[in-house]
């Protein structure tokens, strides 16, 4: 490339970034997010052309809005386009299909230049000169001038009416996917392996930027909730097919959010401005609390898990415990202290969770507990049927372990539990609940006896 398109391309970019002032970065939960971005442009009287580079690669044009925000401004939109025919060497030989072009022959080759009209650049050079046609001359290509209809980045150009001539600041908003963020949290328990733990608890903002464009002191906002959205893939193939490469997680300092609700979501706002990278995994802390109650649970539901019995770490996200703000949906890793050094035992994913609601992690299952459901009897009539379960939990550790069975009455009928050996709690139409303790390095067995029928 020669020196006239090198210098072309640093005054273009010189301009753009000279034309910056300031951004705003709203991130949803799914692949999309909303810019608003705000320049200082300079009009004159009478129709012209306006130009925002470096915004992103995946915008969707529909969802361009341009506003001149200083007051008694006559300025009127004539039209809006999206240019994202991006320069690159395959492109610029397209071009100059038909054209003339210099070939700078290198190495051993002594020949000096070749000049000539480009006939293709598909699988190959071909270049017809004065005298003959050559295919695929080596060495370095050299073109007149960058073309016109070529751009250095995505761009959003405007044919704009203007009855003002000056200064004026320009806001422009527009959606774009490629970016995204999720709540993620690491969740440490004591050393202490009792039925009621200690734990702390760290919540980071993980955003994902892969949208072509980087946001710049940015004025950072999140929304949790489900917003839902018409998905289409965007016109261009090129941009369908371009290819990124996340770079490592950037953990940030402590930041303050602010938390408010809005509509039915909830925004988490930043109360410092942030810079996003293209190609960027930023971590932001948005969460903290340290030494609040956690409760180890262990369920066995034998027709579901077989003899697997389930382990959760339940808490209540409360203000007496600490937390009480609401908390978007996202992967808790948790881990326990050992002797000084923490441990990875099992991960979770939480939905979207209100304040002062409970918090059940599923964390694995138990090694040294497992349950037996056995059915015993089973009869069946024209609009009734009754069967009988045992159930037996072992256990393997040298403390007792309480234990909630799980029993799901799946049958599509009225039920009622006729006999039963210990206490049972109806949680719900579909479900009861056993609660017992089983001895250390011992076992627990009842049964019980359930009717249904139907019209």
């Known amino acids: 490339m020669d020196k006239k398109i090198i210098c072309a391309l640093c005054a273009f970019v010189f301009f753009a970034a000279c034309a910056y002032a300031e951004v705003a970065l709203t991130v949803y939960n799914g692949n999309l997010a909303l810019v608003k971005d705000s320049r200082e442009v300079s009009l004159k009287n009478g129709v012209q052309v306006l130009e925002f580079d470096d915004v992103a690669a995946f915008i969707d044009p529909a969802s361009v809005l341009p506003k001149f925000l200083n007051e008694n401004t006559q300025v009127k939109v004539l039209e809006q386009n999206f240019d994202y025919d991006l320069v690159n060497t395959d492109k610029l030989l397209s071009k100059y299909i038909g054209r003339d072009i210099e070939i700078e022959r290198v190495g051993e080759d002594k020949r000096g230049k070749l000049k000539g009209k480009l006939l293709s650049s598909s699988n190959g050079i071909v270049v017809q000169t004065d005298s003959k046609i050559v295919l695929n001359p080596k060495g370095e290509i050299s073109l007149s001038k960058l073309p016109e209809d070529l751009r250095l980045k995505p761009t959003l150009t405007w044919l704009v009416s203007s009855g003002f001539e000056g200064k004026n600041k320009m806001e422009v908003s527009y959606q774009t996917s490629g970016i995204s963020w999720s709540a993620d949290y690491v969740l440490v328990t004591d050393e202490k392996d009792e039925k009621d733990e200690k734990a702390d608890i760290t919540g980071w903002v993980t955003v994902n930027n892969k949208s072509g464009a980087a946001y710049k002191d940015a004025k950072l906002k999140f929304i949790a909730g489900d917003v839902n959205m018409v998905r289409k893939y965007p016109s261009s193939g090129a941009l369908r097919n371009k290819a990124f490469a996340a770079d490592m997680p950037i953990a940030e300092s402590a930041a303050s959010f602010e938390e408010k609700s809005f509509f039915e ?19 932001i ?18 027709m579901k898990n077989g003899r ?5 770490l339940d808490f209540k996200n409360s203000k007496e415990n600490g937390l009480g703000i609401p908390l978007p949906k996202g992967k808790v890793r948790v881990s326990k202290y050992d002797g000084g050094s923490m441990e990875f035992i099992g991960e979770d994913m939480i939905d979207h969770t209100a304040k002062d609601a409970k918090i059940s992690l599923n964390i694995g299952s138990a090694f040294d507990i497992t349950g037996e459901r056995t059915q015993t009897s089973y009869k069946s009539e024209s609009k009734s049927s009754e069967e009988s379960f045992k159930i037996t939990v072992k256990n393997g550790k040298d403390v007792p372990a309480e234990v909630n069975v799980v029993e799901k009455l799946y049958r599509r009928a009225d039920w009622k539990i006729e006999k039963n050996s210990i206490p049972y709690v109806k949680k719900d139409s579909s479900t009861a609940e056993f609660l017992i303790t089983v001895p250390a390095n011992g076992e627990k067995s009842f049964t019980y006896t359930v009717r249904y029928w139907w019209k």
Request: aromatic letters at 14%; hydrophobic letters at 30%.
């Open 265 to 283: 979501y909830h925004i988490y706002e930043l109360q410092r401005k942030s810079t996003v990278k293209d190609n960027e995994i930023k971590q």
């Open 308 to 312: 697997k019995v389930t382990v959760t």
């Open 285 to 302: 802390e948005f969460a903290s609390c340290s030494g609040f109650p956690v409760k180890k649970v262990f369920t066995y539901d034998g």
